[in-house]
Structure formats: structure tokens, C-alpha cells
């Protein structure tokens, strides 16, 4: 999601299964883990087995989803009025990160898709009226992607404008069906330099080149997303290989230059984990303009 860049997400305080932390910030109801379908709080047993099994069906088929939170923003996240809907569980490990409470998939809420659409018809109106719709962030979402595909698929029923924001890294989750229900894709490229990638995020840079190359086939519309870290990013050599990396996607509509910050310290202080950019300060404006200025260079236009 941009590493939580844009759209702040507030942590709440979590106890045990009863936690709701603004019901996942307003969607739905949440759905206990151990005993969701049994009959009683109480359940023997046997009646709680059977409830697991019935939920794991429900979670691999997609019915239902692990979400961190929910906003309504404008202006951020795509065009318009949105909701943008945090979805827990990420395959990455960026040192950016300011929302690290994502990562895992079991430290969200179970919600139905039934719930997040119910929501989504709420705000209908305001969707049409400002261009807006549903923006599908994270974590990953396409790391959980049975249940992506079925709030994309309800949301165009509904006749929302679809958007997921994406590494990349879990592109071939995304089938052709999948891509269909997207009109837009906000790309996370996160460097152009494979070692470099390697150091941001412990992964590889190739499987978002290749989900990068498959949404140009389709001529999907993608907004890209460069986060701007001063020391590990910021290289002249490392903007200019993203540059021309995005300036051979057609479909590239705009590239949006994201200043780092270190918002998300405390998140990482709460959950136990080292946080590598502590004393890492925001880039200069004169940095920002000066990385903007390669994108422009490339003929991009750039935000």
C-alpha cells in the first residue's frame, strides 16, 4: 500500500478474539476464530472443530477476509472519494513500512464480503458524484486473493470503480478474471535495482516486472508508486532504472514521488521488531525535486 505511505492507519489497543478496534475501523462485524458457526459461546468440542473447518473453507473460497481497518479518503489512493479497505498479510518486509501491524494475516479481523459490500453501497452516491470507488490495499491484497476477487467482482456489480494497490510481488494471484474487475492499479515499485530491491524488502524485483509487463498487455491504467528514502533509494542510478523501467509501460498513466517518513516507528517499538530507519530523516524538498525531475526526463508526468 505504499507501505502505508499514504493513508495513516491508527493501532488501537487488541484483547483476544472480543477486540474490534472500530469493528476493523467499520466494516462489518467481526467474526471470532475459534467459534464462528457454532450455535453458543460455549460450544463442546466437536461443534467448535466443525466451526474451524467451516471457516477455513469460507477463507479459501474467499467469503471471508483477515482486514486491518478501513478509510474514507479523497484525494489519496486513486481518484475521487474513496474507501480504502487495509487487508492483513504481506509476503514483503519493506524497512519503510509504517503499518508493520498488517503484515500478519492472523492480526486482523475476519470479515465477510457481505459486510465490506454493504458498506461499499453506503457511500454509492459520493463514489459517483466525486469519481471515486474502492482502492484494495494492505498488507497485500493479493495475498488474500479469493477474497479480493469477490469484493472486486461485487464492487463492479455495484458499479464502483475498482483500484488495488499492489507490490506486485503476488502478481500471478492475479488472474486474467481478476484483472477484468480492475480499473486501476497503483504499483508499488520500490526500486529499479535488484539489489537494491533485495535490501528494501528481502525480496526479488522480477516478479513485479513481470506483473508490471502483464498489466501493459492488458493496457490496465497504473499509477506508480516510488517511495523516496534518503540513503537506500535515492541513488541517481536507482531512480533512473525505475524511470526506465515505468517509461516502457504505456499504460502508465502517472508516477507519484512519495517523501519517506518515519511515522510508523512506534508501530515497530509495539510489536518487538527493529526498525533500520530510525535515524533516517525525510528526503530535502531540493531531493524530492531533483528525483521527480529524472521521472520528467522520461516523459512521465509525475506527482
Known sequence: MADGVSGAVVVQPQVGVSRRRGTAAGVGTAIPLMVQGSSCPTADASEITTAQRRQLADRRAGFLGSVHSWE???????????????????????????NPDTLKIKDGQWQTVDAVVERLNRYRKVFQATGGGITISGGEPLFQPEFTRRVLRAAKKLGIHTCIDTSGFLGAKCDDDMLNDIDLVLLDVKSGLPDIYQEVTERKLTPTIEFGDRLAIAKKAVWIRFVLVPGLTDSVENVDAVAQLVSGWPNVQRVEVLPFHNMGVDKWNELGLKYKLAATQPPSPELVERVREQFRSYGMDVY
Open 72 to 98: 474514507l479518503v479523497t484525494a489519496v489512493d486513486g481518484p475521487g472519494t474513496r474507501m480504502t479497505l487495509f487487508l492483513n498479510g504481506c509476503p514483503l518486509r519493506c524497512q519503510y513500512c509504517h
